[in-house]
């Protein structure tokens, strides 16, 4: 009694293997790694509006580690019952403290990419590891235009007074909030929507 010899079959091209993920189900480990990631920045998004002033806080000792460090001011961040104050000067004491009060936060701009970024990552097609580096460089983007928005606050408001806090904090750092959120968002929205190479060889027949 003999038995049939069968040959292996071919495997097939690495594109047709592509494409069976991209109009199939998603990788293992997309899935998994989107699993993961999607809840933790729908919490991030709840933590953001229910535990702002904690981050508010936050924030503002970022901000007082860089005016001290970037411009060597002697700084004083205090607690206060509705936002954090910051007090900067030089030798000859402290001028007029600055509040991080909620819409001044870049807390208002993170929760709501916190929260497409979780429900896409929950329920989209996208690539988990495209979706996680749109928010990481938007959000980076956001926190990192209000850091400079706050030290700028102070910089000209330690130099020219009333006056320099007056214009930079009503109309150029409010421009500049403006300016960053809507750059942040199209920067997020591009990555996530982009077709790479790699991508249309994968989708090719």
Same mark, same amino acid.
């Given at each position: 009694?003999?038995?049939?010899?069968?040959?292996?079959?071919?495997?097939?091209?690495?594109?047709?293997?592509?494409?069976?993920?991209?109009?199939?189900? @998603?990788? $293992?480990?997309?899935?998994?790694?989107?699993?993961?990631?999607?809840?933790?920045?729908?919490?991030?998004?709840?933590? $953001?509006?229910?535990?702002?002033?904690?981050?508010?806080?936050?924030?503002? @000792?970022?901000?007082?580690?860089?005016?001290?460090?970037?411009?060597? $001011?002697?700084?004083?961040?205090?607690?206060?019952?509705?936002?954090?104050?910051?007090?900067?000067?030089? @030798?000859?004491?402290?001028?007029?403290?600055?509040?991080?009060?909620?819409?001044?936060?870049?807390?208002?701009?993170?929760?709501?990419?916190?929260?497409?970024?979780?429900?896409?990552?929950?329920?989209?097609?996208?690539?988990?590891?495209?979706?996680?580096?749109?928010?990481? $460089? @938007?959000?980076?983007?956001?926190?990192?235009?209000?850091?400079?928005?706050?030290?700028?606050?102070?910089?000209?408001?330690?130099?020219?007074?009333?006056?320099?806090?007056?214009?930079?904090?009503?109309?150029?750092?409010?421009?500049?909030?403006?300016?960053?959120?809507?750059?942040?968002?199209?920067?997020?929205?591009?990555?996530?929507?982009?077709?790479?190479?790699?991508?249309?060889?994968?989708?090719?027949?």
């Amino acid at each position: 009694m003999t038995a049939d010899v069968y040959p292996q079959p071919a495997r097939p091209p690495g594109p047709a293997r592509r494409q069976l993920s991209r109009h199939g189900r @998603a990788p $293992l480990s997309g899935r998994v790694l989107a699993g993961v990631t999607g809840p933790l920045l729908l919490g991030l998004c709840g933590f $953001l509006v229910v535990g702002e002033r904690a981050y508010r806080f936050r924030e503002m @000792a970022a901000a007082q580690w860089f005016v001290s460090h970037g411009l060597g $001011l002697r700084t004083l961040l205090l607690e206060s019952p509705d936002a954090p104050v910051l007090y900067a000067g030089g @030798a000859g004491g402290f001028g007029r403290g600055i509040a991080l009060s909620t819409g001044c936060s870049s807390a208002l701009l993170i929760a709501p990419l916190a929260l497409l970024a979780g429900v896409l990552l929950l329920f989209g097609t996208r690539r988990p590891t495209r979706v996680l580096l749109g928010f990481a $460089l @938007a959000a980076g983007l956001v926190v990192a235009a209000n850091l400079g928005r706050l030290a700028l606050i102070v910089a000209m408001q330690h130099r020219y007074g009333d006056e320099g806090f007056g214009w930079t904090h009503v109309l150029f750092g409010s421009l500049l909030m403006m300016a960053a959120g809507l750059v942040a968002l199209l920067l997020f929205l591009f990555l996530i929507t982009r077709t790479s190479t790699r991508d249309t060889e994968a989708g090719a027949p």
